[in-house]
């Protein structure tokens, strides 16, 4: 008698270390599902965000057109940029539609996971490119606005305005890289629980994933510093 209470607290207390084991199908289900809601948030507000950029460069891009009208080589510069940013409009309202028709018409969580795997791996890594480019397009336009000399646009520095504009390039789609791995990792995690029926490599990634954060955040900040140092050294003035 006192064995079998001795082994029934054992059982309870197991229960309780290991009960997320234990879950039902259909609560594994539910909690996946909740998880997998800040992926499609995070890729609404990445398509809507940049797509905006887009509209932005249009409205400068014209401006623009209008200040350098007189000059011939600013006049084509801004010509094949509008060449690049309509299409990239075009095409970043056609992988919103395609984003929400895989959230509005899978058959199972399973399949919507799986479907969303593919997007980040085709659609997704293209926009991560075109967005870095176009970003840089919002930063020249911004920059010919500011240094518009009666339709007189000079580049003093061309070496070093190439390797500004290469750095920026690749800062803007390594950070947007960056958290595209997190949320393809995170969609893996949470495909390989949903399919074993157990939460284990979903919270595994979660714990990663906050003791990493500050890690990537410091080294982002730092990179940052040094950037805008080697910015201010390159126009010889001093931060300090």
Known sequence: MELEKLFGI????????SGKHKLSKAMITKIIS?????????????????????VVNLILISMNLMGYRQNSTMIW?????LCITLPVMVYGIYIFIKNREINNFSENLVSLLQKQLKFFRSYYEIWLVLIAFTTLILIFNVNIMVDNM?????????N??????????????????????????????????????????SEKFEK?????????????????????????????????
């Open 10 to 17: 054992w059982e309870k207390s197991t229960e309780n270390i």
């Open 34 to 54: 909740a998880k997998n809601k800040k992926t499609i948030s995070f890729l609404n507000f990445n398509l809507l965000f940049y797509w905006g950029i887009q």
């Open 77 to 81: 510069v801004l010509i094949g940029q």
């Open 150 to 158: 009666d339709g007189h646009f000079r580049i003093n520095k061309v």
């Open 160 to 201: 070093f305005f190439i390797i500004v504009n290469i750095a920026v390039f690749l800062f803007i789609y390594l950070t947007q890289k960056l958290a595209s791995n997190w949320r393809f990792k995170a969609l893996k995690a949470n495909l390989s629980d949903l399919q074993a029926g157990i939460l284990d490599q």
């Open 208 to 240: 990663a994933q906050k003791k990493f954060m500050w890690i990537w955040i410091l080294i982002a900040i730092l990179l940052l510093i040094a950037f805008l140092l080697g910015v201010l050294k390159a126009l010889a003035i001093d931060p300090f």
